[in-house]
């Protein structure tokens, strides 16, 4: 069995299409142009490409539906109430380097919560994807969370901190206390794959600061429906798009969440 519905149909269709020429290109990578948007951050044609594609695709079915992209911006502010939020490629400086650790990321929040989400990687031809009150699929398959109960025993996955963070200290510091108190530490470069990977049992947590919100809001909806627990933490009124993440299966959160909120290193 696979979800079905015209919303999920919707996303996964726009992927495939967009997919083709992002396979493509990784294929020919020394052919593409890439440009800097930042200390670290760095956007390829590709990105931009397979943006257009997915807006297209998406805009066909629903032309008044809002839209939050990496590249793009807001589109569509008068109605912010039905809205794709997407990320063409999570995973750019991967997909650069010719590392098949990369997706395209595509969630539809309503009245602000995120109902559906679709997370795929193009090169290993894994889909993940969720919609509220039915389940987690990869590919044709159930997916749920790791049953692992120590945190001492947990691999867990994180990101960051970006080159032009103010709390690179801090984050090297949290880096260095949660491996002081699991089995490993994994740096995986796509923070949409990372929830995903915890949401289908290969990691047992995830945790992240200062992620934008188009990097996880698939990846939430889908880890939620494969049994796992999502909350954001020292949330910023001010940043609504930029998130402090804690994802992770239902027995290890409250025991992670208390270590992450600890002062002391370890
Ligand atoms: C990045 C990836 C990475 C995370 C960064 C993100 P991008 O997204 O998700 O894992 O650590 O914070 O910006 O730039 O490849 O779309
Ligand atoms: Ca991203
Ligand atoms: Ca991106």
Redesign the pocket.
Known sequence: MRLNSPQINLITKACMKASRSLIRDFGELENLQVSSKGPG??VSSA?KRTERILIEELQKAHPDYGIIT?ETGIINKSNLNNKWII?P???????LNGIPQ?AISIGYEEDGEIKCGVIFNPILNEMFCAEKGNGAYLNNSRIRASNKKKLKDSIIVT??P?GDSKIREKIFSEYIKVSNNVSNVR??????L?IAYVACGRFDGYW?R???Y??IAAGIIILKEAGGFVNFFDENENLPLKKNILATNSNIHEELMSLINKKDIE
């Open positions: 951050d760095f990105d990496e990320d490629i999570d995973g750019t400086m991967n997909f990369f990101g960051g970006k740096k995986f470069g796509s923070a949409a990372d992240q200062e992620i934008n188009w990097d």
